[in-house]
Nanobody
Framework: VQLQASGGGLVQAGDSLRLSCVISGGTFSAYSVGWFRQAPGKERELVGFIGRRTYTVDAVKGRFTISSDNAKNTVYLQMNSLKSEDTAVYYC??????????????????WGQGTLVTVSS
């Protein structure tokens, strides 16, 4: 199983960006997929996940949306109204916990390589 995250880039505050996570070598129909981010000098943190339900953390709620296209084995992270504090490397990860593994990193078995999002103010 491989996860490939893409779509990162340099944007200005207030802009939008959509990240994609393509899962190959398996499916996520019975799994959840989480999005994490890691800012410079900070620990990796959960952004949200999609599985039995969709969940986003308070820091991005109302701005970020997670969706999926099962036919394409792809999970998306739509990011609107970006802020400088959203600057980070964004990772996607698969978890066998369909109900969602939240921020329990050990419950995610496959990770993508990360894609850098830089928001200039």
């Amino acid at each position: 199983v491989q996860l490939q995250a893409s779509g990162g880039g340099l944007v200005q505050a207030g802009d939008s960006l959509r990240l994609s996570c393509v899962i190959s070598g398996g499916t996520f129909s019975a799994y959840s997929v989480g999005w994490f981010r890691q800012a410079p000098g900070k620990e990796r943190e959960l952004v949200g996940f999609i599985g039995r339900r969709t969940y986003t953390v308070d820091a991005v709620k109302g701005r970020f949306t997670i969706s999926s296209d099962n036919a394409k084995n792809t999970v998306y992270l739509q990011m609107n109204s970006l802020k400088s504090e959203d600057t980070a490397v964004y990772y996607c990860a698969r978890s066998p916990y369909y109900a969602g593994a939240y921020d329990e990193v050990r419950k995610y078995d496959y990770w993508g390589q990360g894609t850098l999002v830089t928001v200039s103010s």
